[in-house]
Nanobody, 128 residues
Framework: QVQLVESGGGLVQAGGSLRLSCTAS??????????MGWFRQAPGKEREFVAA????????LYSDSAKGRFAISRDNANHTVYLQMNSLKPEDTAVYYC???????????????????WGQGTQVTVSS
């Protein structure tokens, strides 16, 4: 079992930036062995993929909406994954969740059902 705690959300004006953090509790496996992902869910919409990072190395994957504006990274020593969000738009408003991939993969995973542990989410609101 892995517990995830997100932080860093808030209210920001369009064009602004936020950096989300997700810290994992200690578990039977090293944090560096987990692929990690960020997802978001806006009111009335389904949860959608934002970004993911492979369990080893720095291979990343982004949704089309995040590409070029968001950056996912990880600090294995501190059991933390980050999502740097720049040039934010009102349509980025959502609850953002981090999650742990159930498998060790050659490429990062975008399908939410492949993630087994989820944080409680952090609210991001972008005003126009």
């Amino acid at each position: 079992q892995v517990q995830l705690v997100e932080s860093g959300g808030g209210l920001v004006q369009a064009g602004g930036s936020l950096r989300l953090s997700c810290t994992a509790s200690a578990s039977g496996r090293p944090f560096s062995s987990y692929g990690m992902g960020w997802f978001r869910q806006a009111p009335g919409k389904e949860r959608e993929f934002v970004a993911a990072i492979k369990w080893v190395g720095s291979t990343t994957l982004y949704s089309d909406s995040a590409k070029g504006r968001f950056a996912i990274s990880r600090d294995n020593a501190n059991h933390t994954v980050y999502l740097q969000m720049n040039s934010l738009k009102p349509e980025d408003t959502a609850v953002y969740y981090c999650a742990v991939d159930r498998a060790l993969r050659e490429v990062p995973e975008s399908r939410s059902y492949e993630y087994i542990y989820w944080g409680q989410g952090t609210q991001v609101t972008v005003s126009s």
